[in-house]
């Protein structure tokens, strides 16, 4: 197989950790059958073997662009952190590892929208006490309301931004965000 590779995270993507965070998507990849990035989450149409991954001058970024990507960031490492401590506080052990997957996802949002702005370090955000989430059902109904204000994020403010790139970039990661949703969604159901 040519060496796929995603051209919104940059991952080079092969046979091996095909199925990582696979239970972050609906519909999940197979050996020799890859329809989502494992690492960002973003589908098929961005994955690609020759194709230059998805850049944008940053230097040349109006400030309104920039103070987009770096609260965009921060949206990511927020909920990256939290779904890191949902996969500890959860008590089933397919929930600890849908909520370890999301958050691996999440941090690499983080890292597209720190690659795109050009900034120097991920942020260190205060982190809240989440043990009032005390129930696997509660953990998903969070991770929900969580969802569903990161798709309303990019919705918002792919307007605001200057660049077709980032616009792009912003529609690939809420679709994603959009899976997470109906899976947090289906498990608040459940659980
Ligand atoms: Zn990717």
């Known amino acids: 197989m040519k060496q796929l590779k995603c051209l919104i995270c940059g991952m080079n993507i092969n046979d091996n950790g095909y ?4 239970d972050s998507f ?15 989450g973003v589908g098929k149409m961005y994955l690609d073997c020759e194709k230059e991954i998805y850049k944008v001058e940053n230097k040349s970024l109006d400030i309104q662009s920039l103070q987009v990507l770096d609260h965009a960031m921060k949206l990511e490492i927020f909920n990256g952190e939290f779904y890191e401590e949902a996969s500890q506080l959860a008590k089933g052990d ?23 702005g050009g900034f120097e370090n991920l942020p ?40 077709n790139i980032i616009k792009d970039v912003f ?21």
């Open 19 to 22: 199925d990582l965070n696979n």
């Open 26 to 40: 609906i519909e999940k990849n197979e050996k020799g059958r890859i329809i989502n990035c494992p690492f960002c």
């Open 94 to 116: 397919k929930a600890k590892k849908i909520f370890k997957e999301l958050s691996n996802i999440e941090f690499m949002h983080a890292k597209i929208h720190k690659r795109l």
């Open 124 to 163: 260190k955000l205060h982190k809240p006490d989440y043990t009032r989430y005390n129930t696997d059902k509660l953990l998903f109904e969070e991770a929900y309301k969580r969802e569903e204000h990161a798709i309303l994020f990019y919705k918002k403010n792919s307007d605001k931004v200057s660049s």
């Open 171 to 191: 529609n690939a990661l809420s679709d994603v965000e959009k899976q997470h949703e109906t899976i947090t969604n289906e498990r608040a159901s459940i659980a």
